[in-house]
């Protein structure tokens, strides 16, 4: 099983970046994808996740309006559109899948300048 991410950089505060999650070693579209991040000196933080179809996501109250997740089935990816970023969004950012105690990503870092 491997999740390997690419996206992410530096933007200005009201920019905005997409995160994509390439996936292999299992049957993508049997599973539940998550999006995690985990700022400097501060806990992990639950970004958003989105259900096996694509038909159902869900997110944190620090990103709803500005973030959205979908997914690709016919390319197993994932992606995390970032929009109006903030200074606070700056972390690394992490795919996840609910395999066994959890597959991850390699990550990638987002830094939002003020």
């Known amino acids: 099983v491997e999740l390997v991410q690419s996206g992410g950089g530096t933007v200005p505060a009201g920019g905005s970046l997409r995160l994509s999650c390439v996936c292999s070693g299992f049957t993508f579209s049997d599973y539940k994808m998550g999006w995690f991040r985990h700022p400097q000196g501060k806990d992990r933080e639950f970004v958003a996740a989105?259900?096996?179809?694509?038909?159902?996501?869900i997110y944190g109250d620090s990103v709803k309006g500005r973030f959205t997740i979908s997914r690709d089935n016919a390319k197993n990816t994932v992606y995390l559109q970032m929009n109006n970023l903030k200074p606070e969004d700056t972390a690394v950012y992490f795919c996840?899948?609910?395999?066994?105690?959890?597959?991850w990503g390699q990550g990638t870092q987002v830094t939002v300048s003020t």
């Open positions: 996840n899948v609910d395999i066994g105690s959890g597959i």
């Open positions: 989105i259900n096996w179809s694509g038909s159902s996501a």
